[in-house]
C-alpha cells in the first residue's frame, strides 16, 4: 500500500503547525509503515528542518507546494495517481479523477455556519465573492471518500447540512504540539517588549475571522476608562500589516511572522494571550497559551469553551467594552498565588486534553482502515 501524506497545500496558519507536528510525529514511529510519501509545501518543510525532523524516515519526501484551485490545471493529479491513500492534512483537495481513497481534513468554518455575524457586515458584492469561494470548496470537500474533523460540533454541522454522512466523518481532537514539551527546540524571536506595562499577545493571521481589528478599541478603552497601559503584540507576515489602517500600526505592536518553533518563545515573553476569534473549526492557540501558563482571554464562543471550559477568562468580540472589562478585572484583582494555580490547572488540563502523537497515530490508522475496509468490499468508497 502507497500512502501519501498531502500538506503541499498549507502555506500559513494552523494548518502549517498540524501538518507539521503530523509529519514530525510519524518520523517518531518505530512501526512507521514502508511506503509513505510527504508532499509539503515550503513552509511546512521550513517548519520540520527548524524540529529537526528525520525525513529519511519516509519513503518519499518531497517539497511540492500547490495553490487552491490551480491544481486543477498544474499536473498534480499526475503526481498522485501511483497512491492507494491520499491524506489531505486541511483541504480541500482540488483533483478531479482520482482513483486513490481521498481523506481530507476539514476546517472551514464558513462553509459549516453560512449565516455568521461577518456575513452580515459584508456589502453585497464582498459576501456573493466569499461565498462563491466557498460553494466551490465545498464542491471538491464532498469528493472526499473520509473526512476528518477535530471537534464534535463540526461533525454535527456537516451531517445536518448534507455535506457528509455521518459514518464518512472522523474526528480526530487537535491538540498541542510536542514542541511546547520540548524548550531545547524553541527558536528566539525578537520582541520589543515596553517597561511599566502589560503585555497581551495574539498568534494567528488576519483572517477576518481572527477579528484582531478589535484590539486597538481595546487597548484605547484600557486607557482612558480603567488608566490601563496595555500593549497589544500581534503576529502578521508584511502584507497584512501594510494593509492595515494607520491607527492600528500606531496603537499595536507587530513582531512579524512566526515559525512554528519560534511561538512558544512569544508567548513567553506575553504576560498574556488573547483570542478574539469569531469562527472556528478549532484553534490551538487557546491550548498553547494555557500550556505556556499564559492567562487567556478568549471569545465567549461554543468552539472555545468545548476546547478550555471555565479555564479561559470569556468576553463578547463584537464588543470591545466587554473585552477591555474583562481584562481591566484581571489586572487589577489577580492575585498572585491564586493566578499560580489557575495556570497550573489549565496547563494540566491542556496536557490531557490529547496529544500529538496519539493524533498522528489516529491519523495514520484511518488510512490503513480506509484502505483495508475497499480492499475487504472489493469496492470504491
Same mark, same amino acid.
Given at each position: 500500500?502507497?500512502?501519501?501524506?498531502?500538506?503541499?497545500?498549507?502555506?500559513?496558519?494552523?494548518?502549517?503547525?498540524?501538518?507539521?507536528?503530523?509529519?514530525?510525529?510519524?518520523?517518531?514511529?518505530?512501526?512507521?509503515?514502508?511506503?509513505? !510519501?510527504?508532499? &509539503? =509545501? %515550503?513552509?511546512?518543510?521550513?517548519? +520540520?528542518?527548524?524540529?529537526?525532523?528525520?525525513?529519511?524516515? #519516509?519513503? @518519499?519526501?518531497?517539497?511540492?507546494? !500547490?495553490?487552491? &484551485? =490551480? %491544481?486543477?490545471?498544474?499536473?498534480? +493529479?499526475?503526481?498522485?495517481?501511483?497512491?492507494?491513500?491520499? #491524506?489531505? @492534512?486541511?483541504?480541500?483537495?482540488?483533483?478531479?479523477?482520482?482513483?486513490?481513497?481521498?481523506?481530507?481534513?476539514?476546517?472551514?468554518?464558513?462553509?459549516?455556519?453560512?449565516?455568521?455575524?461577518?456575513?452580515?457586515?459584508?456589502?453585497?458584492?464582498?459576501?456573493?465573492?466569499?461565498?462563491?469561494?466557498?460553494?466551490?470548496?465545498?464542491?471538491?470537500?464532498?469528493?472526499?471518500?473520509?473526512?476528518?474533523?477535530?471537534?464534535?460540533?463540526?461533525?454535527?454541522?456537516?451531517?445536518?447540512?448534507?455535506?457528509?454522512?455521518?459514518?464518512?466523518?472522523?474526528?480526530?481532537?487537535?491538540?498541542?504540539?510536542?514542541?511546547?514539551?520540548?524548550?531545547?527546540?524553541?527558536?528566539?524571536?525578537?520582541?520589543?517588549?515596553?517597561?511599566?506595562?502589560?503585555?497581551?499577545?495574539?498568534?494567528?493571521?488576519?483572517?477576518?475571522?481572527?477579528?484582531?481589528?478589535?484590539?486597538?478599541?481595546?487597548?484605547?478603552?484600557l486607557l482612558n476608562k480603567y488608566g490601563l497601559e496595555v500593549n497589544f503584540y500581534v503576529t502578521l507576515n508584511d502584507f497584512e500589516w501594510a494593509s492595515k489602517s494607520d491607527s492600528f500600526r500606531r496603537l499595536i505592536f507587530n513582531t512579524g511572522s512566526l515559525t512554528v518553533a519560534q511561538c512558544p518563545y512569544f508567548y513567553e515573553k506575553m504576560d498574556a494571550i488573547i483570542f478574539p476569534s469569531l469562527l472556528e473549526c478549532f484553534s490551538a492557540t487557546p491550548l498553547e497559551a494555557m500550556a505556556m501558563k499564559k492567562p487567556l482571554f478568549a471569545s465567549d464562543r461554543g468552539f472555545v469553551r468545548d476546547v478550555c471550559g471555565d479555564y479561559a477568562m470569556y468576553f463578547d468580540p463584537m464588543n470591545a467594552e466587554s473585552a477591555a472589562e474583562i481584562i481591566a478585572e484581571y489586572i487589577k484583582n489577580r492575585s498572585p498565588t491564586d493566578e499560580h494555580t489557575r495556570l497550573i490547572a489549565a496547563r494540566d488540563h491542556v496536557i490531557g486534553y490529547s496529544n500529538a502523537h496519539q493524533r498522528a497515530v489516529e491519523y495514520l490508522r484511518i488510512a490503513l482502515e480506509a484502505n483495508l475496509q475497499r480492499n475487504q468490499n472489493g469496492v470504491s468508497f
Open positions: 500500500m502507497k500512502i501519501c501524506i498531502n500538506a503541499s497545500n498549507l502555506h500559513c496558519g494552523g494548518g502549517v503547525q498540524v501538518a507539521s507536528s503530523f509529519i514530525y510525529e510519524l518520523s517518531l514511529l518505530h512501526d512507521l509503515p514502508e511506503n509513505i !510519501t510527504c508532499l &509539503v =509545501s %515550503s513552509e511546512v518543510a521550513k517548519n +520540520l528542518h527548524q524540529v529537526g525532523c528525520d525525513i529519511s524516515k #519516509f519513503f @518519499v519526501y518531497e517539497i511540492y507546494d !500547490t495553490f487552491g &484551485v =490551480s %491544481s486543477l490545471w498544474s499536473g498534480f +493529479l499526475k503526481k498522485l495517481k501511483n497512491f492507494d491513500v491520499i #491524506f489531505t @492534512v486541511f483541504g480541500p483537495l482540488y483533483v478531479v479523477g482520482l482513483k486513490a481513497i481521498n481523506i481530507v481534513g476539514f476546517a472551514q468554518p464558513w462553509i459549516i455556519y453560512p449565516d455568521n455575524e461577518l456575513y452580515r457586515e459584508m456589502s453585497s458584492y464582498e459576501r456573493f465573492k466569499i461565498r462563491l469561494k466557498f460553494q466551490i470548496q465545498s464542491v471538491f470537500f464532498r469528493k472526499a471518500d473520509v473526512v476528518v474533523v477535530e471537534l464534535e460540533h463540526v461533525k454535527k454541522r456537516l451531517t445536518a447540512l448534507g455535506i457528509y454522512p455521518e459514518d464518512s466523518i472522523k474526528v480526530v481532537n487537535n491538540c498541542l504540539s510536542s514542541l511546547y514539551m520540548q524548550p531545547e527546540k524553541w527558536l528566539h524571536v525578537k520582541v520589543d517588549i515596553i517597561d511599566n506595562s502589560f503585555s497581551i499577545g495574539f498568534v494567528g493571521r488576519d483572517y477576518p475571522h481572527k477579528n484582531t481589528d478589535l484590539l486597538p478599541e481595546v487597548k484605547q478603552i
